[in-house]
């Protein structure tokens, strides 16, 4: 599904604090999930939505699915949503972009520009992307920036994670890696660190 990354895992996790440029659709397989946002009280739910930038800590009692939605399909929100059981079974039969948007709300509309480098390759040089739409490197990171809420070298290294993660159940962490534009599994690994809090290993 365009903008979605799906991942699954069999066992509870836990996870200390971070965040992440992306929303997080927490979905236990018949658990709940705790969040800890920092300075405040924990949030338990058989579900939770995570809003991109949001700095949690995160655990499930039982194995889950998690949903990784691009920034720019929803609007902003400044904390986690607890979400309940018939919303969480419906989102494991069937992840639906339209039910989570019912939740959230839409974004608005990407300036084309914003739109064009947002979904480049994030290998593509911005250099090359910026004389496409007409913009100095600059004047695009800015425009993306006020119109994601997120700079531009933190999506694109989104962007890269998201592919890597989706290769990792069907291939080698060094294949991962290449095929999403790292220069190797070395790369891979401090970036899986610092957006998701995970070691590659345990996203297999």
Same mark, same amino acid.
């Given at each position: 599904?365009?903008?979605?990354t799906?991942?699954?895992?069999?066992?509870?996790?836990h996870?200390? &604090?971070? +965040?992440?440029?992306?929303?997080?659709?927490? $979905?236990? $397989?018949?658990g709940r999930?705790?969040?800890?946002?920092?300075?405040?009280?924990?949030?338990?739910?058989?579900?939770? /939505?995570?809003?991109p930038?949001?700095?949690?800590?995160?655990s499930?009692?039982?194995?889950?699915?998690?949903?990784? /939605?691009?920034?720019?399909?929803?609007?902003?929100?400044? %904390?986690p =949503?607890?979400?309940?059981?018939?919303?969480v &079974?419906?989102l494991?039969?069937?992840?639906s972009?339209? &039910?989570? =948007?019912?939740l959230?709300?839409?974004?608005?509309e990407l300036?084309?520009?914003v739109?064009?480098?947002?979904?480049a390759?994030?290998?593509?040089?911005?250099? #090359?992307i #910026?004389?496409?739409v007409g913009?100095s490197?600059?004047r $695009?990171? =800015?425009?993306?920036?006020a119109?994601v809420?997120?700079? @531009?070298?933190? @999506?694109?290294?989104w962007? +890269?994670?998201? =592919?890597?993660?989706?290769?990792?159940?069907?291939? %080698?962490?060094?294949?991962?890696a290449?095929?999403?534009?790292?220069a190797?599994?070395?790369?891979?690994?401090?970036?899986?660190?610092?957006l998701?809090?995970?070691?590659?290993? %345990? $996203?297999?």
């Amino acid at each position: 599904m365009t903008g979605i990354t799906r991942f699954t895992q069999a066992r509870p996790f836990h996870v200390t &604090e971070h +965040r992440h440029p992306a929303w997080k659709v927490v $979905l236990p $397989l018949g658990g709940r999930v705790t969040v800890h946002p920092p300075g405040d009280r924990p949030i338990t739910a058989p579900g939770m /939505i995570v809003p991109p930038q949001c700095t949690h800590a995160c655990s499930t009692d039982s194995g889950f699915t998690a949903l990784f /939605i691009d920034p720019w399909l929803l609007a902003s929100g400044p %904390s986690p =949503t607890a979400l309940d059981t018939g919303t969480v &079974e419906r989102l494991l039969a069937a992840p639906s972009l339209a &039910e989570v =948007t019912a939740l959230t709300g839409r974004h608005s509309e990407l300036d084309p520009r914003v739109a064009r480098v947002l979904h480049a390759d994030p290998g593509t040089p911005l250099a #090359a992307i #910026a004389a496409d739409v007409g913009l100095s490197a600059s004047r $695009l990171r =800015t425009l993306v920036r006020a119109s994601v809420g997120i700079p @531009l070298v933190r @999506l694109r290294q989104w962007a +890269r994670l998201r =592919t890597a993660v989706a290769g990792l159940s069907r291939t %080698s962490a060094a294949t991962a890696a290449a095929d999403a534009g790292f220069a190797d599994q070395a790369h891979l690994a401090p970036t899986a660190r610092k957006l998701l809090c995970r070691t590659p290993a %345990s $996203l297999r």
